[in-house]
């Protein structure tokens, strides 16, 4: 028996003694293939091709009845034969042929949705692919046209100004695509809401939006922050090509969904510029280029009175002119200028290859396109102002560093007026003094979270014995992260211009109380009081009576042994208000001092009209007392005054014997100085008192 499978080129024989060629036995084959003629010999079909020789032949088909080939076999010496006998070996022709049919598809269907993946994953959404917003998108469309092997793909986003047309011919077509993408596929999408897919050249739809476009198409919709359609990506084909197909839909709304990520990520929402995140990777990848050759610029833009546009014609009428600001700073930038919203009503731009007086010359010409900007909302026109601030690109920052320069020029604009350009120069200070405060308020919320401030003391004396004493003023320092003790006349400036000092001055009356009554057991037995100092800030906060009651019923401090000190400064600024709040705290036990006397100009009027305990005479004065006529009489005109209220007084800036001295002959009842006694911890002081209160027992 021979076994011989026609049209799979297959050919098999039980042994080598065979009387004719390979090429006869298959034309033999074919021959019985073409007499069984369109009869389904799937039961079998046999012929008599010599004595007791026999060719047997039977269709094969795989399960779902499709034809694979014909099963010959040839039988010699046996004129019978039994069919069941060869089903065996016809399931086995089947199920292998099947088995690579599924491998085979499985393959290629493995590639293709391998390709898909790398079409979908290739391209990097994030911030660091962004190139003036266009590597990404079109690295997107390039793969996608390609994948898909269709004529034109197109990627429009109208608001970014993207639109991106990969044709994979230079044949041009009878219709614009530029002028379909904008004005005719962007607004019939957004009208539909959905994915369009035509393959009927007779859709009604394509017919009334497209007239004379004879290309199949898919239109998928990119959504941007509202989850509201801010463009396409798109494709084209040719009306002999293959429908395009739900896998060809579905691919594409990946897609859409993967441009709608580099949207978020890399654009302004309302007004289709970069953000803030891409162009912070703009501006560090201008500084990590080290344009040593040509020097580089940032400006900041704040576009002022926007608040005053919401609120008299609403948020909409603001975001209006917020967008028409973008797109008229927009319009005249170079190519080498990049454009971003930072936030609110604030733009960046960066000048690539332009110094700071070619900068300058440019936020000029910008501040006056601003100024004559014709905003009109429902009939009402809107004034617009601007403040900058401009500074060169340092090559030895990052990118948030350089923003936050820029952010303090821009700052100290804002502060003087509008309409003006702060530039930082070689001989500008203050934006380096700023900078400082910033620092230091990082520093200070530190401090705060982590108790890194510190207590001090110094002693104020009482003139007639300055060998202890009388009481202290509760001063403070900073320990920075090296260990080293920070003067306030670093972190204090800091504290009051970002407005913090309320939080410092409470640190300091809670943990003064807290460590005063851990150690009473001690410092009851003495007679010193402990003065705090409160700041401006602090004095005039409306809660501050509470805060202090609270604090004091905590401790078993009695309120007697408290005072609290305030500038001349301070206590004038509202005179009725002060006088409310020193008398308050009076009431609870507490006395006050009025710290600086004599730095203001109608300082005895002011003296006269609040109740103050004692009256610190302002350094100035005790500092020339001895060699001073003029300070000399100063003082004891304040001494005198003071006395006829009823007021002690304290000098400040006690330096040596001498004016000790002359301070007793005026009447002075206190002093304070270093020559009497230097600051030094809080913790110290206690410790001598408990030291000393051991050797007297």
């Not at 369109?38 to 008599?48: L, N, P, W």
């Not at 293959?242 to 594409?252: G, T």
């Not at 403070?476 to 204090?492: E, K, M, Q, T, Y």
């Not at 500092?623 to 400040?652: F, Q, R, W, Y």
Request: overall charge negative.
């Amino acid at each position: 028996m021979r076994m011989l499978g026609a049209q799979q080129d297959f050919l098999e024989e039980s042994d080598g003694e065979s009387a004719k060629s390979e090429q006869s036995r298959i034309a033999e084959i074919n021959e019985l293939v073409d007499e069984a003629g369109s009869q389904r010999i799937e039961q079998g079909y046999v012929k008599r091709i010599a004595d007791q020789q026999y060719l047997y032949a039977r269709n094969l088909r795989t399960y779902t009845d499709a034809l694979i080939g014909t099963l010959v076999v040839e039988f010699s010496g046996i004129p019978e034969y039994d069919p069941a006998s060869l089903t065996a070996l016809e399931e086995l022709f089947v199920s292998d042929y099947q088995l690579n049919m599924e491998l085979d598809s499985a393959t290629m269907e493995l590639t293709d949705r391998y390709e898909e993946l790398n079409l979908i994953y290739g391209t990097d959404d994030s911030a660091e692919q962004f190139d003036k917003g266009h590597s990404v998108m079109a690295n997107l469309v390039l793969q996608c046209s390609e994948r898909m092997n269709v004529a034109t793909t197109i990627l429009c986003l109208p608001d970014q100004d993207i639109l991106i047309i990969e044709k994979a011919d230079d044949q041009v077509s009878a219709v614009d695509i530029r002028q379909l993408a904008i004005d005719v596929f962007m607004p019939w999408l957004v009208s539909v809401g959905e994915t369009l897919v035509i393959n009927d050249m007779k859709d009604a739809a394509l017919n009334q939006q497209c007239p004379g476009l004879d290309q199949k198409l898919i239109l998928c919709p990119i959504y941007g922050y509202a989850s509201q359609a801010c463009g396409y990506i798109g494709v084209l084909n040719d009306a002999d090509c293959d429908d395009f197909s739900n896998s060809d839909r579905n691919l594409l709304q990946i897609l859409s969904r993967k441009a709608s990520r580099v949207v978020k990520s890399n654009y302004d929402e309302l007004t289709g510029l970069a953000n803030k995140e891409s162009f912070e990777f703009l501006l560090d990848d201008l500084i990590k280029q080290g344009v040593s050759n040509s020097a580089s610029s940032l400006l900041l833009i704040d576009l002022r009175g926007v608040h005053v546009v919401n609120d008299s014609a609403g948020n909409e009428a603001g975001d209006a002119l917020i967008r028409e600001t973008g797109r008229l700073l927009d319009k005249g930038l170079s190519p080498d200028s990049f454009l971003a919203r930072l936030e609110g009503d604030v733009f960046a731009i960066a000048f690539r290859g332009s110094d700071i007086d070619h900068s300058y010359e440019i936020a000029r010409n910008i501040l006056s396109a601003i100024n004559h900007m014709q905003f009109e909302w429902q009939g009402t026109r809107f004034h617009t102002n601007v403040s900058m601030g401009l500074i060169p690109i340092s090559l030895e920052q990052d990118a948030q560093q350089v923003i936050s320069t820029a952010k303090i020029a821009l700052q100290m604009a804002c502060d003087k007026g509008n309409n003006l350009i702060e530039v930082q120069s070689s001989g500008n200070d203050e934006i380096a003094l700023r900078k400082e405060r910033m620092r230091s308020l990082n520093v200070i919320h530190e401090a705060l979270e982590a108790d890194h401030f510190e207590l001090y003391c110094q002693g104020i004396f009482a003139s007639q014995s300055v060998s202890s004493p009388h009481h202290y003023e509760v001063l403070l320092r900073l320990r920075d992260a090296d260990g080293n003790v920070v003067s306030p006349g670093v972190f204090i400036p800091a504290a009051e211009h970002y407005k913090v000092m309320p939080d410092i001055d409470r640190w300091v009356v809670s943990h003064c109380l807290r460590t005063l009554t851990n150690d009473w057991d001690v410092l009851k037995h003495t007679s010193q009081s402990w003065a705090i100092n409160l700041s401006g800030q602090t004095f005039s906060q409306p809660d501050l009576i509470d805060f202090i009651s609270e604090e004091l019923e905590r401790c078993i401090v009695p309120a007697d042994r408290i005072a609290f000190e305030i500038t001349e400064t301070v206590a004038v600024d509202d005179l009725t208000a002060a006088r409310n709040t020193i008398e308050a705290v009076q009431s609870l036990g507490c006395e006050f001092y009025l710290d600086d006397f004599g730095t203001g100009l109608s300082s005895f009027t002011y003296l006269q009209e609040l109740p103050f305990n004692h009256v610190k005479i302002d350094g100035r004065f005790i500092k020339n007392v001895v060699n001073d006529k003029v300070a000399h009489a100063m003082v004891k005109a304040i001494t005198d005054v003071a006395h006829v209220l009823g007021m002690s007084t304290v000098a400040e800036y006690v330096e040596d014997e001498s004016i000790i001295s002359a301070l007793r002959d005026l009447g002075v009842e206190y002093m304070q100085g270093y020559c009497l006694h230097k600051p030094e911890p809080m913790m110290n002081i206690i410790e001598s008192v408990r030291t000393n209160t051991r050797l007297s027992a």
